[in-house]
């Protein structure tokens, strides 16, 4: 079942008229693609990294957040990922939508202007009410973690 929520977006004056907007590159896709507004190729040497433009502004209802995720395709091919991802856009931003992209590859990569740089999830949030409490519920997995079930 697909639902659709209204999201308000405003291009800034350097996305220009030619890049287009964020766009589901398949039916069931679940995030949209983000491009880079950049003016002129910015390159990431190896190692690198950079915060990239997308010349938007959006309008995230409350209730939600944007999520700025790796392009698996760039991942695989190139070494670029998000350096903090996800990226987290909160309802009550009204800024520039930034990708912070890294380079962990051993060769530079050139980002071009209208490059698919990362994808952006809209995604409910919810909030929390703390219940603070001496003793938490028993589970089997109790404290285990950070890799206490092996390989």
Do not use: C, K
């Not at 308000?8 to 896709?29: F, I, T, V, W």
């Not at 190692?47 to 997308?54: I, N, Q, R, S």
């Not at 209730?63 to 670029?80: D, K, N």
């Amino acid at each position: 079942m697909n639902r659709t929520l209204n999201v308000s977006l405003r291009r800034l004056p350097h996305a220009g008229d030619d890049l287009p907007l964020p766009s589901y590159m398949s039916d069931d896709a679940a995030g949209v693609d983000l491009r880079a507004a950049v003016d002129e190729p910015l390159v990431l040497e190896p190692g690198a990294w950079a915060l990239v433009p997308t010349g938007l502004a959006l309008a995230i209802p409350s209730g939600y957040e944007g999520q700025v995720r790796p392009r698996s395709g760039l991942a695989l091919r190139h070494g670029i990922t998000v350096l903090n991802a996800p990226g987290t856009i909160d309802a009550d931003y009204r800024g520039e939508v930034g990708v912070i992209l890294i380079n962990h590859s051993r060769v530079h990569f050139t980002i071009a202007r209208g490059e698919r740089i990362a994808q952006l999830v809209i995604a409910p949030v919810s909030r929390v009410a703390w219940d603070e409490v001496e003793i938490l519920p028993e589970t089997t997995r109790a404290e285990g973690g950070f890799g206490h079930t092996g390989r």
